[in-house]
């Protein structure tokens, strides 16, 4: 059984950063597609970075190019979500996610219907 656990959540203010982790138990994350999604009250949840299975090739909502950063280490088999230069519309609950069908090493998945496993969450707040 597949488990990803977010962490690294918190409050911070404009202009602070954060980093996102991401563990996963039961599958290594380097077997396929992941990707981090986040939800905030009141909306759907949407695509905000995604790294192909060869790791060769990211993909970011234009909301955060430039400033959020995604990675992930095979030997601790966790994938990351770096966050610079917060604002506030940044505020949402943020998953990460690990693909199901595997389409290609350079493959990078913006749908939420690429991915059958997701984490439940770690809450970004930041304040003005």
């Known amino acids: 059984q597949v488990q990803l656990d977010e962490s690294g959540g918190g409050l911070v203010q404009a202009g602070d950063s954060l980093r996102l982790s991401c563990i996963a138990s039961?599958?290594?994350?380097?077997?396929?597609?992941v990707g981090w999604f986040r939800q905030a009250p009141g909306k759907e949840r949407e695509f905000v970075a995604g790294?192909?299975?060869?790791?060769?090739?990211?993909d970011y909502a234009n909301s955060v190019k430039g400033r959020f950063t995604i990675s992930r280490d095979n030997a601790k088999n966790t994938v990351y979500l770096q966050m610079n230069s917060l604002k506030p519309e940044d505020t949402a609950i943020y998953y990460c996610a690990l693909a199901g069908i595997f389409r290609s090493t350079a493959w990078v998945a913006r749908s939420v219907n690429e991915y059958p496993y997701w984490g439940q969450g770690t809450q970004v707040t930041v304040s003005s």
């Open positions: 790294l192909s299975w060869s790791g060769g090739q990211r």
């Open positions: 039961g599958r290594t994350l380097s077997s396929n597609a």
